[in-house]
């Protein structure tokens, strides 16, 4: 997934300052295109874990294989993505290991701490008025999860590097629950990551009662629809367009947000998006502090004076 290539440009700079290796692990069954792929993308070794049966994620086989990998070797630091696999992985793996885990980073630093350099991982808290700077200072290896999206994927090089095959030390007991099938579900239309425009609403609009001028906005600008955990629990968004935290990281040419008022854990999901036009009725909102654009009023008011500006200036539903 293109998250590990992500995390493997954020640890080429990682280990610039910490003066250590960059290696990637693979668990599963034919390996070799995987492999080159990280190599290209700046690993410069890859722990290849490979059996027939380990071709479907199995949650038992695949933790205690990687908890065994990095006692074997070390590391500073492990990076997942935090995809649905990737956070249990973690969790369970850093539990193997007796080590901590900060979960959903949104940025990564090497900082100098109690005397040592350590990793510090920004992540967002207290109902997402805080930005929180977590460490492990005591135990290593030092895990984090980092969400799809947050950090940019690095230009693929050359690929020179070494592929270490691990033996799979596979045991009957990995297997007590079995993965038999993986159905992949393909989105109906664009996913709201790679759309180039995004039009999310938030929490004003349960005051307004309807959806419907956000889809209709959206249309107009050939984008598509995303919002808030409140939008999310009326029913107007699927699981899929929730953005922010606990959902997808955009970063579309343009964010329109409506009435939302901007808390952290909604606002990390966007902030690499080109331009951000924010619309809320409070003028205190904390997402004017991140818009390029505000415009600031009665949803009810506002809505249907831009949507009708817009097909004033011939703009024709896509």
């Known amino acids: ?23 990637a692990a693979l668990v ?30 199995q949650s038992d086989a695949y933790a205690r294989l990687l908890a065994d990998l990095l006692r074997d070797n070390s590391p500073e630091i492990v990076l997942f993505g935090a995809t649905t696999t990737g956070r249990e992985l973690a969790s369970r793996v850093a539990g193997k290991l007796g080590t901590g885990l900060t979960a959903h ?20 808290g207290w109902g997402g008025n805080l930005m929180v700077r977590i460490v492990c200072p005591q135990r290593r290896p030092q895990i984090a999860t980092v969400k799809p999206g947050v950090l940019s994927r690095p230009e693929r090089g050359g690929g020179g590097g070494e592929v270490i095959r691990v033996q799979a030390d596979i045991r009957e007991e990995d297997f007590r629950a079995l993965t038999v099938e993986m159905v992949e579900e393909r989105p109906c239309g664009v996913p709201v990551e790679g759309a180039e425009v995004v039009v999310a609403g938030g929490w004003g609009l349960c005051s307004v009662g309807d959806f419907g001028p956000v889809e209709e906005l959206a249309r107009l600008l050939g984008g598509v629809v995303g919002g808030t955990r409140p939008t999310l ?33 909604f606002t990390t999901g966007f902030l690499k ?25 009665d949803l009810r008011e506002v809505l249907p004076c831009l949507i009708e500006e817009l097909k004033a200036a011939g703009i024709v539903p896509c």
């Open 1 to 23: 997934m293109d998250v590990s290539l992500q995390l493997l440009g954020k640890g080429k700079e990682l280990e610039r300052e910490l003066g250590v290796g960059l290696c």
């Open 28 to 57: 599963g069954e034919q390996l070799e295109l995987a492999a080159g792929e990280l190599l290209a993308y700046g690993a410069e070794r890859v722990y290849v874990v490979e059996d027939p049966r380990l071709r479907f994620y």
């Open 105 to 124: 980073g949104v940025a990564l630093s090497i900082e100098e701490v109690e005397g040592k350099r350590q990793l510090v991982c920004a992540v967002p």
């Open 233 to 265: 629990d009326k029913g107007w968004i699927g699981e899929e367009c929730l953005i922010g935290q606990s959902g997808k990281t955009v970063s579309p040419r343009l964010f329109i947000s409506i009435g939302a008022s901007g808390a952290m854990h």
């Open 273 to 297: 998006s080109g331009v951000v036009l924010a619309i809320d009725q409070n003028p205190r909102a904390p997402i004017f502090e991140v818009a390029d654009i505000g415009i600031v009023g």
